[in-house]
């Protein structure tokens, strides 16, 4: 059975809220789920499918909570060897220079590991959406469908 792990960065809970939300309909399509909080470079070998749902906060930056995994996956440059990954991203777009740019310095990275991004990255408006569960849920559904 594929597991995926879901990378989870959040602010003020709304990144746990889509994480939550993309574990159950995941688990639901028969995947085996692991929400982390961190995954260190040592630990990419371990991954089948990588899922990285992030906040972006202050001017762009990437949640505490990530923070470390990115920098160490920087400084050690695991590979991916072309396992499959996505990333979903929460900004705010009146904040058009630094709009979900916590997803695209992941995506960025992600694509230096040699992962394969089947998709694009989500974005997820909080200046404009309150509820995200559709946008997520029709986001998953294609995403799954390539791994």
Request: contains cysteine; hydrophobic residues 45%.
């Amino acid at each position: 059975m594929t597991k995926i792990t879901i990378l989870n960065g959040s602010v003020y809970g709304k990144a746990m809220e889509v994480a939550d939300t993309a574990e159950e309909f995941l688990q639901g399509e028969g995947f085996n789920v692991e929400v982390k909080e961190a995954l260190l470079a040592d630990e990419i070998a371990d991954v089948d499918v990588l899922l990285v749902i992030t906040s972006t906060t202050g001017a762009g930056e990437i949640p505490a909570t990530l923070l470390p995994s990115f920098l160490d996956w920087q400084k050690k440059n695991p590979q991916m060897e072309q396992k499959i990954a996505g990333v979903i991203a929460l900004g705010d777009s009146n904040y058009e220079d630094t709009y979900c740019a916590a997803g695209e310095q992941f995506m960025e990275i992600l694509a230096d590991m040699d992962a394969n991004l089947v998709t694009e990255m989500l974005r997820l408006d909080a200046s404009v959406l309150t509820d995200y569960d559709t946008e997520v849920l029709d986001w998953l559904e294609s995403f799954k469908d390539k791994i």
